[in-house]
């Protein structure tokens, strides 16, 4: 088996043994690296040993015993402090083996929520999740935010030594605590998401890396919580959104609006699934809002046009969701679908109603949509203006120079 394949193999198997060795052993970054360890060891002999009959039960006999290593090592540099004094080496613990087939769905889940702690910050969040749960090695994480990998390293480290202080267990929360915690996991998957499908910096549109994990992980809780209607929900987006993907950029790498884009490039299998999931969430009880925006964006996906696009429906939508979640990125979503279904002047008039809300009056995204419905109401010289101003609030390259091909092609230079 080649490398490549071996990667393919023990990059789901990663939650799945880190979470039985926590659960067994506890001691969550030491266990890390020991099942870091235990990957290297499995990257280089099983492409000329063969893949054991059971790869997740190797890694963890190897990640155990190496954790075994770590924390004696630890224990006879450090057994003057009081914090080594409580650890209890593998042999001493009570609790069940850590191999045991039936609890790998409830450690992936587990480590999901200890993840997303909220006691952490949404970036440390994020960070860790990629590393335990998406098995990303540091330097692959540090890539895809661009920062230096070794402000990633201390911002991994600072996450683990703030679930080390706060004395969490290994276990499920339950209750009002689950439902609080399910929802960080969830913002923390959406965000990693958006950030691989429309990167905020950098010079590329899209980092399909991030983006693909989100909907990995994604799946996976989905299959831990089959009755959750906002993780289908979420689910649903994602593939909803992703299946516009191959269309989104021309061969020069330049982003193509949505209108122009050609929908026969759309992935068609994402778009079934993803109407299928949230269709089946929407009819089981309310919606939340993971579950009303897959529906806006399944109306947008099974549209043959822009133009028969059903506008005032998606309005809707937004209104309802804007009862339910009061956010700035939502309001200006609501202002386009009110622009196509009413009329360029009735969005300019809802989006005057934004200008005061400092949270999204700065964002080149504003000014992008305004500008877009000066043009449409033909004020062409405020529009050049707008796509000017909105291409110099950009921070993504690609942005930047669709906004300023806008502005150019306004004034006949583009």
Not at 5 to 13: A, E, N, Q, T, W
Not at 323 to 348: K, T
Not at 386 to 395: I, Q
Not at 399 to 410: G, I
Request: proline share 7%.
């Amino acid at each position: 088996m080649t490398g490549e394949k071996i990667g393919d193999l023990l990059r789901p198997l990663v939650p799945q043994v880190l979470g039985a060795v926590v659960r067994r052993y506890g001691h969550f970054d030491t266990a890390e690296d020991a099942v870091q360890e235990a990957l290297v060891a499995a990257a280089a002999q099983w492409p000329e040993e063969g893949v054991p009959g059971d790869p997740r039960g190797w890694l963890i006999t190897v990640a155990s015993r190496r954790l075994t290593d770590l924390l004696r090592s630890l224990q006879a540099r450090r057994r003057r402090e009081d914090a080594v004094a409580r650890w209890r080496l593998p042999e001493e613990w009570l609790a069940p083996p850590a191999d045991r087939p039936e609890r790998d769905a409830d450690d992936t889940l587990i480590l999901l929520f200890m993840c997303c702690h909220p006691a952490l910050s949404p970036a440390s969040q994020i960070a860790l999740t990629l590393r335990a749960v998406g098995g990303l090695t540091t330097a692959e994480i540090a890539r895809a935010f661009l920062v230096p990998e070794a402000t990633m390293t201390r911002r991994i480290s600072r996450a683990k030594q703030s679930i080390r202080d706060s004395g969490l267990p290994f276990a499920m929360p339950y209750g009002p605590q689950r439902a609080e915690r399910l929802g960080a996991v969830l913002h923390v998957l959406y965000l990693i998401f958006n950030e691989g499908y429309a990167s905020t910096s950098g010079p590329s549109l899209q980092r399909t890396e991030l983006s693909g994990e989100a909907i990995r992980l994604t799946r996976t809780l989905h299959r831990l919580l089959p009755g959750d209607g906002e993780v289908a929900g979420l689910l649903a987006l994602m593939l909803l959104t992703d299946a516009r993907r191959p269309a989104r950029t021309g061969p020069d790498g330049a982003l193509i609006p949505m209108a122009e884009q050609d929908r026969s490039l759309w992935n068609a299998d994402h778009i079934a699934e993803g109407v299928a999931l949230v269709t089946a969430a929407l009819s089981r009880g309310p919606a939340g809002p993971y579950q009303l925006q897959a529906a806006i964006a399944a109306i947008h996906d099974e549209a043959p046009s822009v133009g028969e696009t059903d506008w005032p429906q998606i309005a809707a939508l937004y209104e309802v969701l804007l009862r339910i979640s009061d956010n700035p990125v939502v309001r200006l979503n609501h202002v386009v679908a009110v622009a196509m279904a009413r009329g360029p002047r009735a969005g300019l008039e809802a989006l005057g109603a934004l200008q005061a809300d400092g949270r999204i009056a700065g964002d080149h995204r504003f000014h992008a949509v305004r500008a877009h419905l000066l043009e449409m109401a033909g004020d062409l010289p405020q529009a050049r203006e707008a796509y000017l101003e909105a291409a110099g609030r950009a921070t993504a390259f690609p942005q930047r120079r669709y906004l300023h091909s806008r502005a150019a092609r306004l004034t006949g230079d583009g």
